[in-house]
């Protein structure tokens, strides 16, 4: 099974400009929502700022996602108070998580959209800032076995536009074939580990008895060879110059 790894996000609201007016007086009074999904229930919500077309919010809000999930997306919607009537849809912007990963920040301009099946009046931009809290260290390139040793994740460190360009089944495809690699070669790890320290130690000071000794770790220097090898196999599949893995047999 895949382990779930969260991402400890930051999302600030710096401001927005060119918002289309929604009142009688050619102002609008907006604030926004954000939406951390697939959880619907996690809505947080900046202050309002009055009469204004060109808004500025510097609120932070602080959110832990998790990017391996395809559902997962910041929905950002923006609304007109009023005090006496329905608030007035005023745009939104939709990220998915996995695409705030890779940095250890993103400052952007965001086209504000109309809802999906919608006739909406909606024009202007937001300004957000977004900071990866598990990412301050700076925005360093690591290949892939470097990324496995860090306990990385294919969808940490391939391209935007690649991850863009795959399906959610193919995303979730390649995850499991890194998560794969990953395994086994922690698994080779864990075996020598096993018999440099933990089984040295046992033959050294005659912890246990030969006949024991078979009895518990019998076979486990005639498995490393054949776990290397495939180790070494992946490895080599996982060196071919492209971010995405066809299948782990040899081309």
């Known amino acids: 099974l895949l382990k779930m790894v969260r991402t400890t996000l930051s999302l600030s609201f710096v401001e927005a400009r060119d918002l289309f007016p929604k009142d009688a007086n050619g102002l609008a009074d907006p604030y926004c929502y954000l939406y951390n999904l697939p959880d619907v229930k996690s809505r947080l919500k900046t202050n309002t700022v009055y009469k204004s077309l060109n808004p500025s919010w510097n609120e932070t809000f602080e959110f832990e996602v998790d990017p391996s999930d395809p559902d997962s997306e910041l929905k950002i919607e923006m609304w007109d108070f009023d005090r006496w009537a329905s608030h007035d849809f005023m745009g939104q912007v939709r990220i998915p998580a996995y695409t705030l990963t890779e ?3 993103l400052d952007q301009w965001f086209d504000l959209t109309q809802r999906p099946g919608k006739k909406e009046q909606v024009s202007g931009k937001i300004h957000l800032v977004v900071q990866n809290k598990d990412l301050q260290q700076g925005t360093e390139e690591i290949n892939l076995t470097q990324a496995r040793q860090r306990d990385r994740r ?9 991850l863009s360009s795959l399906s959610p089944a193919e995303r979730k495809r390649q995850e499991i074939l890194f998560e794969f690699i990953n395994t ?7 075996i020598h580990i096993l018999l440099d320290s933990f089984l040295k130690d046992i033959k050294e000071q005659h912890i246990l008895s030969n006949i024991e000794i078979e009895s518990l770790f019998s076979n486990i220097e005639a498995i490393l060879p054949l776990n290397e090898a495939l180790c070494t196999a992946l490895d080599s599949r996982q060196s071919v110059p492209s971010d995405v893995l066809s299948s782990l047999s040899p081309a």
């Open 103 to 105: 940095k250890a920040s």
């Open 154 to 162: 294919f969808i940490d460190i391939v391209p935007s536009d690649v």
């Open 184 to 190: 086994e070669s922690q698994y080779v790890k864990d």
